[in-house]
């Protein structure tokens, strides 16, 4: 699997680097994707998401139910 957030979304970004004589070749950034496990209190279990730095952010935010309810609604299983 890509580096993909399932909270946000977040991929990788395209570009070009540029070189000091200003050539321009190809280039790939990554989002800072970590693997975190959650504990859900409603369901008394753990579930481990692939989510960047912003989604925890969103998570703490948030909170971890209404992300995954947010996530579940969207389709994708938990």
Same mark, same amino acid.
């Given at each position: 699997? +890509?580096?993909?957030?399932? /909270?946000?979304?977040?991929? *990788? =970004?395209? =570009?070009? &680097? /540029? +070189?000091? +004589?200003?050539? $321009? !070749? &190809? $280039?790939?950034?990554? *989002?800072? %994707?970590?693997?975190? !496990? ?11 998401? $692939? /989510?960047?730095?912003? =989604? ?7 909170? %971890?139910?209404? /992300?995954?309810?947010?996530?579940? &609604? ?5």
């Amino acid at each position: 699997m +890509s580096a993909h957030c399932q /909270v946000t979304g977040r991929a *990788p =970004g395209f =570009g070009k &680097r /540029v +070189s000091h +004589s200003n050539r $321009r !070749t &190809r $280039r790939r950034w990554n *989002p800072n %994707i970590q693997l975190k !496990t959650y504990y859900l209190a409603s369901e008394d279990r753990r579930i481990r998401l $692939r /989510v960047s730095a912003k =989604g925890i952010k969103v998570i703490d935010r948030d909170g %971890i139910e209404a /992300v995954v309810a947010r996530l579940r &609604r969207n389709g994708e299983k938990i």
